[in-house]
Antibody, heavy 121, light 108 residues
Framework: EVQLVQSGAEVKKPGESLRISCKGSGYSFTSYWISWVRQMPGKGLEWMGRIDPSDSYTNYSPSFQGHVTISADKSISTAYLQWSSLKASDTAMYYC??????????????WGQGTLVTVSS | EIVMTQSPATLSVSPGERATLSCRASQSVSSNLAWYQQKPGQAPRLLIY???TRATGIPARFSGSGSGTEFTLTISSLQSEDFAVYYC??????????FGGGTKVEIK
């Protein structure tokens, strides 16, 4: 069974750093891109960026480039999303999602359960 | 960057009725379009990919159509479990893989 399991909720202060994780199982982790998607409270979905776990090549949305870093450790089938200096506006639910291969093209066929990040002083 | 526009923002439908949701792209995305369903407190779920192919386990009452810039998601007979928010997403031009703003389907 394919699963993406994300790390737990985080409460941080502005200026702090953070790394959240997404562990894949039940499939070949290096065969599918992993994307990160933000959902601010009461709002829609925003694609942030993606990584090819086989070589750690990344793409970012212009809206998030330079504000977050996406990485992966293929030895433990885990992708990461990190911030060096959080802002209150980073408060949101963050999802990882697998980009389906083959006929799925770029559609996200599996999603993690989400990680809620709260940034407050 | 391709902009995806969904309409209406909210759709009020009675159970058993048909729901038609629209998604428009600012430029052609061919058939590289997906639809997702999101219920409160849950992660999104893939319904349709390739504009018209149902994902595994998705009931036949969900259907997608369109290509280029105009797309439609139709729910033929709404069930109670279908009241949710629906998002379209283009994956023809990366980055970014843009989502539409969503359509909330609520009980009339």
């Amino acid at each position: 069974e394919v699963q993406l399991v994300q790390s737990g909720a985080e409460v941080k202060k502005p200026g702090e750093s953070l790394r959240i994780s997404c562990k894949g199982s039940g499939y070949s982790f290096t065969s599918y891109w992993i994307s990160w998607v933000r959902q601010m409270p009461g709002k829609g979905l925003e694609w942030m960026g993606r990584i090819d776990p086989s070589d750690s090549y990344t793409n970012y949305s212009p809206s998030f480039q330079g504000h977050v870093t996406i990485s992966a450790d293929k030895s433990i089938s885990t992708a990461y999303l990190q911030w060096s200096s959080l802002k209150a506006s980073d408060t949101a639910m963050y999802y990882c999602a697998r980009q389906g291969g083959g006929s799925y093209g770029g559609a996200f066929d599996y999603w993690g359960q989400g990680t809620l990040v709260t940034v407050s002083s | 960057e391709i902009v995806m526009t969904q309409s209406p923002a909210t759709l009020s439908v009675s159970p058993g009725e048909r729901a038609t949701l629209s998604c428009r792209a600012s430029q052609s995305v061919s058939s590289n379009l997906a639809w997702y369903q999101q219920k409160p407190g849950q992660a999104p779920r893939l319904l349709i990919y390739g504009a018209s192919t149902r994902a595994t386990g998705i009931p036949a009452r969900f259907s997608g159509s369109g290509s280029g810039t105009e797309f439609t998601l139709t729910i033929s007979s709404l069930q109670s479990e279908d009241f949710a928010v629906y998002y379209c997403q283009q994956y023809n031009n990366w980055p970014p893989g843009t989502f539409g703003g969503g359509t909330k389907v609520e009980i009339k």
